[in-house]
Nanobody, 127 residues
């Protein structure tokens, strides 16, 4: 059973930065793709990024390209989401997710239904 635990959320002013963490029980298991999602109140869950395995490239959603950066520390079994130049519309619950297999091609990786494992989320509020 895959376990994911997010942390690092909080309140920040517009233009500021936050770094979220997701500790994953998948560790260095390269069979899994790991993704970040967010869900604002009243909106659908939105894909932010997806990375497959240890050396795979990272897919980013267009709205966050240049603002968000994903990294991994394999020794700590942790995936990070560095968020810069934050906007109020980025206020949402942020989740990490995992799926057995590669990130789907095109924009299909951002479909939340493709992921079987989810963390509990961490709240980000930008004002």
């Amino acid at each position: 059973h895959v376990q994911l635990v997010e942390s690092g959320g909080g309140s920040v002013q517009a233009g500021g930065s936050l770094k979220l963490s997701c500790v994953t029980s998948t560790g260095t298991d390269s069979r899994y793709s790991l993704a970040w999602f967010r869900q604002a109140p009243g909106k659908e869950r939105e894909g932010i990024s997806c990375k497959w395995g240890l050396a795979g490239s990272i897919r980013y959603a267009d709205p966050v390209k240049g603002r968000f950066t994903v990294s991994r520390d394999h020794a700590k079994k942790t995936m990070y989401l560095q968020m810069d130049s934050l906007k109020p519309e980025y206020t949402a619950m942020y989740y990490c997710a995992a799926n057995l297999g590669a990130c789907a091609s095109g924009n299909f990786w951002s479909n939340s239904e493709r992921y079987n494992y989810w963390g509990q989320g961490t709240q980000v509020t930008v004002s």
